[in-house]
């Protein structure tokens, strides 16, 4: 992923990605928010120190438990996760 990022940016320097981080729903959500932005945070360092992606080019956003891939309330490794999305094309 960070290697694809990395070239699409070199061919295009307006190419945006959004980082989304999710948690499941266990625990307080406000915690939940926060390591959903943690988990984000995270993923987006390691696409810029090992595959050399610049910050300017992602945005970082957390969810915590708001949208469950497994809708339960109960520990479920699924809904712990990263999701990446090019949104270069929503920009234009």
Request: aromatic fraction near 8%.
């Amino acid at each position: 992923m960070g290697m694809l990022m990395r070239d699409l940016i070199a061919d295009d320097p307006s190419e945006l990605f959004l980082i989304e981080g999710h948690t499941d729903a266990v625990g307080n959500a406000g915690y939940n928010l926060l390591l959903s932005d943690r988990r984000a945070e995270s993923v987006a360092l390691a696409f810029t120190e090992y595959f050399g992606v610049p910050a300017e080019n992602m945005v970082i956003q957390g969810y915590g438990e708001s949208f469950l891939r497994i809708p339960t309330q109960e520990v479920e490794r699924l809904n712990r996760r990263v999701a990446v999305r090019r949104i270069t094309p929503l920009l234009r």
